[in-house]
């Protein structure tokens, strides 16, 4: 994807791999074939409106629209860090189909410039629509935002329940995973690790 100018990257959906082109139709008669399989009766309301129900809802999870990663000259010397907390996200996990979603925390320790802060939560959202497990989502995020604000150091910590622990399997309800990503100085320098994760904190923010 080309760079229009310095302060705008348009980004389109193509951009993202979790953007798909669904074949609707195919999609349709899939859903139908599989709730024929586990015993849905074909002459039935479920039977009849299910199927376009299931392939719009999957089809809206993993769309990311068109939109603006727009950053700005850091003109004021901002060199502390600067975090995005409770950004909420819901993605798709890649084994078992089933939602998970949770709260993000963004950190970015800026360089010569620094971005639009709804774009922090853009990024989140736009990398959470795909099938994916949740190491991979933090991951990605965190190579993003390094790569274009070329800056001193990103964190990503997701805090998530996954539908696929809580609901099935094991039905662990009530626990939640947690992934960090972290690149440059929020990896690396011990003190600025320190100090994201403390701001990211939980009890930080309940007594904030």
């Known amino acids: 994807m080309l760079i229009a100018h310095p302060e705008s990257n348009r980004l389109s959906a193509d951009f993202f791999p979790g953007s798909p082109g669904i074949d609707v139709n195919a999609a349709v008669q899939a859903a139908a074939d599989l709730l024929a399989a586990i015993g849905v009766s074909s002459d039935s309301e479920t039977a009849a409106r299910t199927p376009a129900r299931m392939v719009a809802g999957l089809a809206e999870m993993l769309s990311c629209p068109a939109w603006e990663f727009t950053t700005f000259p850091n003109r004021e010397g901002q060199h502390e860090l600067v975090l995005a907390r409770d950004v909420p996200f819901t993605s798709l996990c890649a084994h078992h189909l089933l939602p998970f979603s949770g709260v993000a925390h963004v950190g970015v320790l800026p360089g010569q410039r620094i971005a639009g802060l709804s774009k922090l ?88």
């Open 121 to 208: 939560a853009r990024t989140v959202e736009a990398f959470a629509a795909r099938m994916q497990v949740q190491e991979e989502l933090g991951q990605q995020i965190a190579s993003f935002l390094e790569e274009r604000l070329e800056c001193r150091g990103v964190g990503v910590i997701l805090a998530a329940e996954h539908l696929c622990m809580t609901r099935r399997g094991v039905r662990a309800q009530g626990s939640d995973t947690v992934t960090i990503a972290c690149r440059g100085d929020l990896r690396d320098d011990p003190v600025a690790r320190a100090e994201f994760l403390h701001l990211a904190a939980p009890q930080t923010r309940r007594a904030a």
